[in-house]
């Protein structure tokens, strides 16, 4: 356990805690799939509001619960917020009849003190002032703030239990319900040791509260890897339905029925650490946590927080500050003046009309790759479905046409769309028919049937494409703009390659494409299948649908590689090379190769570029492309093309995708080190220093022996092939052959 954590636990609250996990407190088969049968309480959603001194901001808040349908709030209560702007605030809400959770703070530096007999008596003090002014206004008082940070919370072993005893008496004399202690992420040994402690001094509380965090897994239905690894993830299958049973299950086992979730979001720095589109993704996180939360039947609440805040509100307030102390531990004021609402404040609005009070009727589908969640009110019955990240399905796989031919659609966001979309993907949809209707997904879904796309590609639009013995995708602005690349890129009217138009001929022959209704674009088609491929291969996607895929995968990571048109297939192909591949054209001036080569050979700049420039801006580009979790296993330097800009400096494009592997998490360095030892192999030893050595000092590591061997086995392996391989030997043929 990490030196943050020690805090609440002494070693004979751990010990109490293990013993529940020994004793198989934790062991739930099953646990991962919801339980059906529940109604989603009408009052669940709610979100952490907070204001600042002008009262504008007050009107801001309003507006925005209002404007969600939200009839629940949780305020943070510190020292002097009495006569300050979070009372005015609360008052506001109260005077709305909003629910409110009051979170009572303690200051940190209170809170490491809570030994003292002055300090017990300021939170006493402070405990009594909130109840005389409030009492029975408020829905609850919650106590005890991420107890399992003490390096935000300052509790020690101590401390809370002191700072609960005196708030528990006082709450209790005045009748008003009380939740906590208000653990964060998923850590049950807290919750055992605590709630058994509670149980033992005959202090419990009304609610039990964990903060349900799965931030630090990229999707909240993904199994949470960071318990015992990724070995063990797909085992233990802890995702988030099973997270919150097994605090319920705690909570029972120590006499507290009631569990909610005080606090949960996904900060956009993190989830621009692997994606760029970081507004669209925490809408489509939060559409996903809420629904899995209503899903669970085990949590009264779940709340979404901060509201307001440029890092994780669902308004962006414009500041560009953060405060000393977690908004986790305590959401004290808004810092901005700017505010602009986010999509995640409509995927909050969507979800809060649609299914709070709702009778929940089970996962069709789930765990799999595709979620796919019923609900039925009293005025109609919805289905919410959407995949995994980077996912799609087409929709016709998913439903009979009988049931489609009656379905509305609306948006993750709300808008009710024109018509059924050809795919579900990553972003939530809601399906609705007439209340007393019953339509069924169907239960087997056909082989191989998710599809990568790039959903969050702004005014581009994905295709489906199945007619005269192909199938495959298009990428268009509209579906008028597919017909027209349906009619001119369809295999059947494709332009064959020529000499003039042939870029590449080998295992695939690459070809450009001009015409006046599409611009130019660049074809593949694999010509070449080695014996082995064959037998390989056939239990594979095609060629062109892998390149397909791993363009989706680099686009929706920001790495740049010609933006992908369509791809065909033809429907049971046993030659596997009657696949298109269809993409735009990347312009480039010369590839990585012939830059390396340049400097390689002596050459102090190439085309105008100096060797300082190009290592510094090549090894930057290769740091955002591990950065964000790929491994792309062919790095040669003919597979990045380059093109020098106005202003002198360079952009970089992928080609020869197919075999990239994609991470959920920066690629490790022993991945990054493979990659860089192929794009160095023409690189002389002098300019590895300088771009190798850039590379590693972004990461804190010097370019030592240990990194430098790989690059030795490397050049071996490469000279060993060049010598003697299948090549080397074919050419040494060649040379004895008689000539004619």
């Not at 946590?289 to 994780?312: D, K, N, T």
């Not at 995994?388 to 609306?410: D, E, W």
Request: hydrophobic residues 45%; positive net charge; charged residues 20%.
């Amino acid at each position: 356990m990490s030196a943050e954590n020690k805090g609440v636990l002494t070693p004979a609250l751990l010990w109490a805690g293990l013993r529940y996990v020994l004793r198989g407190g934790l062991a739930k088969p099953g646990g991962h799939l919801p339980s059906t049968g529940h109604t989603v309480p009408a009052d669940f959603a709610g979100v952490g509001v907070a204001t600042a001194d002008d009262t504008a901001v007050d009107e801001v808040v309003m507006q925005a619960l209002q404007h969600m349908g939200l009839r629940q709030a949780r305020i943070d209560l510190s020292y002097g917020d009495l006569e300050g702007p979070p009372n005015r605030l609360l008052e506001r809400l109260l005077a709305a009849d909003i629910g409110v959770m009051l979170h009572l703070v303690q200051p940190y530096s209170a809170a490491r003190r809570m030994a003292e007999a002055s300090v017990q008596q300021e939170w006493h003090n402070f405990v009594a002032n909130v109840l005389q002014r409030y009492g029975q206004r408020i829905r609850c008082i919650e106590i005890g703030s991420t107890i399992n940070r003490r390096r935000w919370a300052g509790y020690d072993s101590k401390g809370f239990f002191i700072a609960w005893d005196i708030a528990y008496r006082l709450i209790r004399a005045h009748g008003v319900t009380l939740a906590g202690p208000n653990v964060t992420d998923f850590e049950p040994l807290y919750n055992i040791a605590v709630l058994g402690k509670l149980a033992q001094l005959g202090q419990l509380p009304d609610i039990h509260t964990n903060n349900l965090f799965s931030e630090r897994v990229t999707e909240p239905e993904r199994y949470d890897h960071r318990i015992l690894g990724f070995q063990w993830a797909r085992r233990l299958k802890v995702n988030l339905v099973k997270k919150a049973r097994l605090l319920q299950d705690i909570g029972l086992h120590f006499g507290v029925s009631r569990l909610s979730s005080p606090a949960a979001f996904w900060t956009l720095p993190r989830i621009e650490r692997l994606l760029p589109d970081g507004e669209e993704k925490q809408a489509d996180y939060l559409a996903r946590h809420m629904l899995l939360c209503a899903a669970s039947g085990v949590l009264e609440q779940a709340f979404w927080g901060p509201l307001i805040c440029q890092r994780e509100g669902l308004i962006d307030d414009g500041s560009d500050g953060y405060p000393a102390l977690e908004r986790i531990t305590h959401y004290a004021s808004v810092a901005g003046t700017q505010f602009r609402a986010r999509p995640a404040l409509l995927a909050m609005r969507t979800f809060n009309t649609l299914i709070p009070g709702s009778r929940y009727e089970g996962a069709m589908h789930t765990t799999r790759g595709l979620e796919l969640h019923a609900f039925r009110s009293a005025e109609q019955y919805v289905h919410a479905v959407w995949t995994s990240n980077g996912k799609a399905i087409a929709l016709a796989s998913v439903y009979p046409a009988s049931a489609l031919s009656q379905a509305r659609c609306l948006d993750r966001d709300g808008e009710l769309l024109a018509a059924l979309p050809a795919l579900v993907s990553e972003a939530p949809i809601y399906l609705c028919w007439p209340a007393d209707t019953n339509n069924q997904a169907v239960s087997k879904l056909p082989s191989s049937p998710f599809f990568s796309i790039h959903r969050h590609m702004r005014g581009r639009y994905y295709h489906l494409f199945e007619a005269d013995g192909w199938r495959g995708m298009f990428v268009a602005s509209s579906a008028a703009a597919a017909g027209i690349l349906q009619e001119v890129l369809h295999p059947a009217r494709l332009p064959a390659p020529t000499k003039a138009t042939t870029l590449r001929n080998a295992r695939n022959v690459i070809w450009a494409i001009e015409n006046p209704l599409i611009g130019k674009v660049v074809a593949k088609q694999p010509i070449k299948i080695a014996l082995q491929k064959h037998l390989v291969d056939r239990f594979k996607p095609s060629k062109a649908r892998r390149s397909w895929d791993a363009a989706a995968e680099l686009m929706r990571r920001g790495i740049p590689t010609a933006e992908p048109i369509a791809y065909f297939e033809r429907i049971n192909d046993r030659s596997l090379k009657e696949n298109y591949y269809i993409c735009d054209f990347f312009p480039a001036d010369f590839s990585a190769r012939e830059l390396l080569s340049a400097f390689a050979a002596g050459a102090a700049e190439f085309e105008g570029i100096s060797q300082e420039a190009a290592y510094q801006q090549l090894s930057q580009f290769l740091l955002m492309l591990h950065g964000r979790g790929v491994f792309f296993r062919d790095l040669s330097g003919g597979n990045i093309l380059i093109r020098k800009q106005a202003d002198g400096t360079l952009a970089f494009s992928l080609i020869d995708i197919n075999r990239a592997h994609f991470f959920n998490k920066s690629t490790v360095l022993s991945k990054r080190i493979a990659d860089l030892t192929r794009i160095c192999n023409k690189l002389h030893w002098e300019g590895r220093e300088q771009l190798v050595g850039r590379y590693l000092a972004a990461l804190g590591r010097p370019f030592s022996l240990r990194f430098k061997l790989p690059f030795y086995l490397y050049d071996s392996k490469v000279w060993l092939k060049r010598h003697l391989g299948r090549k080397a030997i074919t050419r040494l043929f060649r040379k004895k052959r008689p000539a004619h």
